[in-house]
């Protein structure tokens, strides 16, 4: 069941109480701001004691397509060299898996794909990326464990252009945003690739879990601070009963959600779509 889906399950047969509409939307991840602003929309209304659920999530939905970009944001191409997309996000977010889904939804439309295992710290994090390269039939840029991340997306970056691959993919360690010298090393990677070419990385995404709730808002302006992101992926969507927490960081940040995981396939993976989004709410 969605956000709103729970909302009017909530709320239908009896009358508007406003404190429980103010706890139910920022319980469903629409953040503080923009709840208060859907409230005092709806108690400006001059026949705001009238009013039912009904009206209440025709506010709401007003209030995401104001937010939200009206079409999904392509990804942006580089001239002539590879386009880099660095990958970030805390630990236990679907990032690896993310970026193999990426790598697969490049392939589809028939782009080069080469990825990049800068996760040299997690147990297994190369291993694991090395089966999803080998399921793609994609070359993967490997190092050792403990090796400088930055250095081998610097050999990966290398690779692709010599080898004219279209779309190179570094996938980085999982870290918690509020680390500063683990975000400090993320920089790193960037200034790295940024030597090889000024506009790389030309995609920074940072991979968000669904169900985590105000925390992805707290992981998004961090990760925003130290590296300035292009974009979210979203993941769990399907699993999660409120998914709202794309807007209030689209809203607060300017970050666009730009493609949203649903399962666990690879093709469950696809660019965020805000009509489809809206129509799933209720």
Excluded at 84 to 92: D, F, K, P
Excluded at 124 to 148: C, F, N, S, T
Excluded at 183 to 201: I, N, S, W
Aim: glycine fraction near 8%.
């Amino acid at each position: 069941m969605n956000f709103l889906q729970s909302l009017a399950q909530q709320f239908t047969g009896k009358p508007i109480d406003w404190d429980e509409l103010e706890e139910a939307l920022i319980g469903a991840d629409l953040g503080v701001t923009m709840t208060m602003r859907i409230i005092k929309t709806l108690q400006e209304r001059e026949a705001w004691a009238l009013l039912g659920i009904g009206d209440v999530i025709k506010a709401v939905r007003a209030e995401i397509v104001r937010i939200l970009p009206s079409r999904p944001t392509p990804i942006h191409r580089a001239n002539g060299k590879p386009t880099v997309s660095l990958i970030a996000g805390v630990n236990g977010t679907g990032k690896t898996t993310s970026t193999a889904k990426l790598a697969h939804y490049l392939q589809k439309h028939r782009h080069t794909v080469l990825l990049a295992a800068g996760d040299t710290f997690r147990a297994a994090a190369i291993e694991q990326l090395d089966v999803w390269a080998k399921r793609l039939g994609v070359e993967m840029i490997r190092g050792q464990y403990g090796a400088d991340p930055a250095a081998l997306c610097y050999d990966a970056y290398q690779s692709a252009l010599k080898n004219k691959i279209e779309f190179l993919l570094c996938d980085t360690a999982g870290r918690q945003h509020t680390k500063t010298n683990l975000m400090a090393e993320l920089q790193k990677v960037k200034r790295t690739l940024g030597k090889l070419d000024p506009d790389a990385p030309h995609e920074t995404l940072l991979v968000v879990d669904a169900t985590t709730g105000g925390n992805a808002l707290s992981q998004a302006r961090e990760f925003h601070s130290a590296l300035t992101l292009t974009g979210l992926i979203v993941t769990k969507l399907d699993g999660s009963g409120k998914g709202g927490i794309i807007v209030p960081i689209q809203d607060e940040l300017g970050i666009p959600t730009r493609f949203v995981g649903t399962g666990e396939q690879l093709d469950d993976f696809a660019p965020f779509d805000r009509d489809m989004y809206i129509a799933n709410l209720v």
